[in-house]
């Protein structure tokens, strides 16, 4: 079964700012999770029902993941001291 990955908006604004050769280093662990959206290492999140969470270095990959449709989401993309922030 090979998922679909997909960026929310706001996912996808931060990581098109971040550093080209971050970039390059974050975006193959994101398209493994087509292929194993829960992959060794991964972190469920407390107090969120489908939302997890991978590093990269000190940067963090937050998604959701929708089994019934195969579909990952990811929501965040950060350093490790601002990704876990509300964006209230």
Do not use: C, H, W
């Not at 971040?18 to 290492?41: H, N, V």
């Not at 998604?63 to 001291?81: K, P």
């Amino acid at each position: 079964m090979t998922y679909t990955v997909e960026f929310s908006p706001s996912a996808r604004k931060i990581f098109k700012k971040l550093p080209q050769d971050l970039q390059d280093r974050i975006q193959p662990k994101i398209d493994a999770l087509a292929t194993e959206p829960r992959p060794s290492g991964v972190k469920k999140l407390k107090g969120e029902e489908n939302t997890y969470r991978i590093r990269v270095g000190n940067y963090r990959v937050v998604y959701e993941i929708e089994d019934d449709v195969l579909l990952v989401t990811v929501i965040r993309v950060g350093g490790r001291g601002e990704v876990y922030k509300d964006e209230s």
